[in-house]
């Protein structure tokens, strides 16, 4: 059974940190991109930060250069998120999204979110 969980989420005052972390298990971890993705509320999903499948390859969205980074362990078969001088502007539902293209196959697995809320 598939399954990709996130957790790590809160409340947290403006200039703090939190890490969110994206368990998976069911499938081939270490084959899959991770990808962490962001709602706020009245906003279209937005793509935060990815990492490649061996981590030799990261991106971020401008928005959070400099202050996340995205990381995974492939042995855990987990992701994480490091969220440093965090933003009210930061606050969404943050989801953890795995991807693995083969040829002309798309296999892609969400997790249910975990609420980030940036408030003093």
């Known amino acids: 059974q598939v399954q990709v969980v996130e957790s790590g989420g809160g409340l947290v005052q403006p200039g703090g940190s939190l890490r969110l972390s994206c368990a998976a298990s069911?499938?081939?971890?270490?084959?899959?991109?991770m990808t962490w993705y962001r709602q706020a509320p009245g906003k279209e999903r937005e793509l935060v930060a990815a990492?490649?499948?061996?981590?030799?390859?990261?991106n971020y969205a401008d928005s959070v250069k400099g202050r996340f980074t995205i990381s995974r362990d492939n042995a855990k078969k987990t992701a994480y998120l490091q969220m440093n001088s965090l933003k009210p502007e930061d606050t969404a539902v943050y989801y953890c999204?795995?991807?693995?293209?083969?040829?002309?196959?798309?296999?892609?697995?969400w997790g249910q979110g975990t609420q980030v809320t940036v408030s003093s």
């Open positions: 069911g499938f081939t971890f270490s084959n899959y991109r």
């Open positions: 990492i490649s499948s061996a981590g030799g390859t990261i």
């Open positions: 999204n795995a991807t693995f293209i083969w040829g002309r196959n798309e296999f892609a697995y």
